[in-house]
């Protein structure tokens, strides 16, 4: 079993940053395969992947965000991370991180992953 508990939401106004944190509990994380992604969901639209990162550190970002958006793990912490910066009215979502027991293909597709966290709220105004 894996529980996912993401921080670090909040309210900024446009051009702010924030980072996200996902904590990972149990001994499994580092001795498996593993993708872990981060994930947006707006009102009304459907989940869309922003990056994933493997156990072997390599990195995938949708291509519309790569630049303003940087994940990060830190291994002695099992805790993801996702740095925002120049946030806009757009990115206004629930942040979910998630986790898949396999690398592979179709790193930012959401029905790939097996575990999520409750979610953290992002809202950027103008």
């Known amino acids: 079993q894996v529980r996912l508990t993401e921080s670090g939401g909040g309210s900024v106004e446009s051009g702010g940053s924030l980072r996200l944190s996902c904590a990972t509990a149990?001994?499994?994380?580092?001795?498996?395969?593993?993708?872990m992604g981060w994930f947006r969901q707006a009102p009304g639209k459907e989940r869309e992947g922003l990056a994933s990162?493997?156990?072997?550190?390599?990195?995938t970002y949708a291509g519309a965000l790569k630049g303003r958006f940087t994940i990060a793990q830190d291994n002695a912490k099992n805790t993801l991370y996702l740095q925002l910066s120049s946030l806009k009215p757009e990115d206004t979502a629930m942040y979910y991180c998630?986790?898949?027991?396999?690398?592979?293909?179709?790193?930012?597709?959401?029905?790939?992953?097996?575990?999520w966290g409750q979610g953290t709220q992002v809202t950027v105004s103008s």
């Open positions: 998630a986790l898949r027991w396999h690398l592979g293909s179709d790193l930012l597709n959401h029905r790939t992953y097996n575990y």
């Open positions: 149990a001994s499994e994380y580092t001795d498996n395969f593993y993708c």
């Open positions: 990162i493997d156990i072997h550190g390599r990195i």
